[in-house]
């Protein structure tokens, strides 16, 4: 069973940079799975970031790619998220997630990351 | 860009009693489709994948259904635990790009 954590900073003022961690357990980053960043505003629906595979091939939603950088850290069986020049709309629980098939099998219990000065 | 729209926005149902939600896609996603579960404060749960198919541990009365644009979850006998807010979510292009539905939340009447 696959097992996520986030972890990072819960404040984060505009125009910086938000840096998430996700650490694994149960599972090697460096097996087939792909490893993901959704995030969910507060009272709002769930929006994908971007995703990793375990080759280090990325894929970003288009609307954050000019600010998204997803990377493995296989050393520490883990993966991160940073997000560049934020703005009070980046304010939203994160979630990691990992998946084989397209679908979110499995989920972190989120971290809540407020944007403010 | 895909658009994912679910209706309705809130449903009111007695404990017991069946519900249907839906989940519209602005084009066909073939059965590259899921439902997740989400009670307050707590991650997404998946439910269903593949249209159809139940997630690990999921009881039977979660069904889903629908192909192509048009897609039905249906909890068959409502449990108190099942209270929550439903969202689907297409991958029909995956692994580049994965849209939600803006939710359905299911209250109890």
């Known amino acids: 069973q696959v097992q996520l954590q986030e972890s990072g900073p819960g404040l984060v003022k505009p125009s910086e940079t938000l840096s998430l961690t996700c650490a694994v357990s149960?599972?090697?980053?460096?097996?087939?799975?792909?490893w993901a960043w959704i995030r969910q505003p507060p009272g709002k629906g769930l929006e994908w970031i971007g995703s990793i595979y375990h080759n280090g091939n990325t894929y970003y939603n288009p609307s954050l790619k000019s600010r998204v950088t997803i990377s493995l850290d296989t050393s520490k069986n883990q993966f991160s998220l940073k997000l560049s020049s934020v703005t009070a709309a980046d304010t939203a629980v994160y979630y990691c997630?990992?998946?084989?098939?397209?679908?979110?099998?499995?989920w972190g219990q989120g971290t809540l990351v407020t944007v403010s000065s | 860009e895909i658009v994912m729209t679910q209706s309705p926005a809130t449903l009111s149902v007695s404990p017991g009693e069946r519900a249907t939600l839906s989940c519209r896609a602005s084009q066909s996603v073939s059965t590259n489709l899921a439902w997740y579960q989400q009670k307050p404060g707590q991650a997404p749960r998946p439910l269903i994948y593949?249209?159809?198919t139940r997630a690990t541990g999921i009881p039977a009365r979660f069904s889903g259904s629908g192909s192509g644009t048009e897609f039905t979850l249906t909890i068959s006998s409502l449990q108190s635990e099942d209270f929550a807010v439903y969202y689907c979510q297409q991958y029909n292009h995956w692994p580049s790009v994965y849209t939600f539905g803006q939710g359905t939340k299911l209250e109890i009447k």
């Open positions: 997630a990992s998946y084989t098939g397209g679908w979110m099998a499995y």
């Open positions: 593949g249209a159809s």
């Open positions: 149960g599972y090697s980053i460096s097996s087939t799975y792909y």
